[in-house]
Nanobody
Framework: VQLVESGGGLVQPGGSLRLSCAAS????????MAWFRQAPGNQRELVAR???????TYVDSVQGRFTISRDNAKKMLYLEMNSLKSEDTATYYC????????WGQGTQVTVSS
């Protein structure tokens, strides 16, 4: 099983980024998928989740700014991040959960001027 994130980088406050997660080795459509993030010194927190039926949930701090989506045919998970703030700076992790729980290696997002 592999989850490979991409799309992170350095962006100015107010900017946008799109994170991608490519999954392999799992029946992607059967898994709840999510994005977590972890900033230095902080616990890993759930950012957004998308269920197998497409329902989504977001942490309050990103509601209205971030959009999670999935493409089951391509086995891809996305996170569109707009109006980025310095407090969004973290390593972002892709997560797949069903009978087992899988994690990607993370991609760094830095929001700074």
């Amino acid at each position: 099983v592999q989850l490979v994130e991409s799309g992170g980088g350095l962006v100015q406050p107010g900017g946008s980024l799109r994170l991608s997660c490519a999954a392999s080795g799992i029946t992607f459509s059967a898994y709840q998928m999510a994005w977590f993030r972890q900033a230095p010194g902080n616990q890993r927190e759930l950012v957004a989740r998308i269920l197998t039926n497409g329902d989504t949930t977001y942490v309050d701090s990103v509601q209205g700014r971030f959009t999670i989506s999935r493409d089951n045919a391509k086995k891809m998970l996305y996170l569109e991040m707009n109006s980025l703030k310095s407090e969004d700076t973290a390593t972002y992790y892709c997560n797949a959960m069903y009978w087992s729980n899988y994690w990607g290696q993370g991609t760094q997002v830095t929001v700074s001027s």
